[in-house]
């Protein structure tokens, strides 16, 4: 869903720059995109690491 909601920014800049309202360039842009992918990842990371921990604590307690 994030990365959804990525493309739908990343369009409205492109449509913004091309009717001339808003003036941007790459140089101002692609840390902005490394930013949202750092987060974007780490989000994911936590998530399936919150699922993992589930996952194990669930065999962990069949074992015992």
Do not use: E
Request: hydrophobic fraction near 60%; aromatic fraction near 20%.
């Amino acid at each position: 869903m994030i990365l959804a909601y990525i493309f739908i920014i990343i369009g409205v800049l492109f449509f913004l720059k091309n009717a001339g309202i808003v003036t941007w360039s790459w140089s101002v842009v692609w840390p902005f995109l490394l930013i949202g992918l750092g987060v974007y990842v780490a989000w994911a990371w936590k998530k399936a690491g919150s699922w993992l921990k589930q996952a194990w604590d669930k065999v962990s307690k069949k074992l015992n």
